[in-house]
């Protein structure tokens, strides 16, 4: 993958946010963890947070993929149809076409 493609990729940015959460959370637990005397329960609590989250932004369906692929399928559709209208019109016998319009007396 590209610079380019990185960057406007969501779960990259999803997954910056997540760990640059976690990085500032972490630097709370440092003196957390020295005043309580709680060990690496916190610190542990925080990667397994920031981990989990990681896990469901990447592992969640690409709903932009699925979503461009039946846009294209109905572009398609459209397409076909379009087609098939003109088919339609130029089988047509020719015929003269006038149209009179509602005259407004008022």
């Not at 959460?21 to 003196?31: T, V």
């Not at 469901?56 to 076909?80: C, G, H, I, S």
Request: hydrophobic content about 40%; some cysteine; charged content about 15%.
């Amino acid at each position: 993958m590209s610079h380019q493609s990185t960057e406007r990729d969501p779960r990259v940015r999803a997954t910056a946010a997540i760990w640059g959460c976690a990085i500032g959370m972490f630097g709370i637990c440092i003196p957390l963890t020295a005043i309580t005397n709680s060990g690496v329960i916190l610190p542990l609590l925080v990667m397994l947070g920031a981990g989990g989250g990681t896990a469901a932004v990447w592992l969640a369906p690409d709903k932009r993929q699925q979503t461009e692929m039946n846009l294209a399928q109905t572009v398609k559709a459209l397409e076909e149809r379009v087609m098939n209208l003109e088919t339609i019109y130029t089988s047509l016998p020719e015929m003269p076409k006038t149209l009179s319009l509602p005259h407004n007396d008022g």
